[in-house]
């Protein structure tokens, strides 16, 4: 990671975003409604394959994200 946001992110509470970093935008992807419709139910609702489409995201990268980010480790689904 060459992002000190996504860095910070993984060490500790962080909600700094950088714009253009494809790890900022896996990770907000993967602290939002959407991602977090798609753990309840199961599989990927059209609402989160859409916002993935939107921002060129894959499932594994929000995936990767959400693996590497203090807050998500800290929040069971």
């Known amino acids: 990671m060459d992002c ?19 790890g900022c935008c896996a990770r907000a992807i993967s602290r939002g409604l959407n991602y977090f419709e798609s753990l309840k139910q199961g599989q990927q609702t059209r609402r ?7 921002f060129g ?6 995936l990767d994200a959400a693996k590497a980010d203090v807050m998500r ?5």
């Open 73 to 77: 480790r800290e929040v069971k689904p």
């Open 4 to 22: 000190t946001d996504c860095t910070t992110a993984s060490q500790r509470d962080h909600h700094g975003f950088k714009a253009g970093c494809p």
């Open 48 to 54: 989160y394959r859409a916002e993935l489409q939107q």
């Open 57 to 62: 995201m894959t499932h594994q990268q929000v």
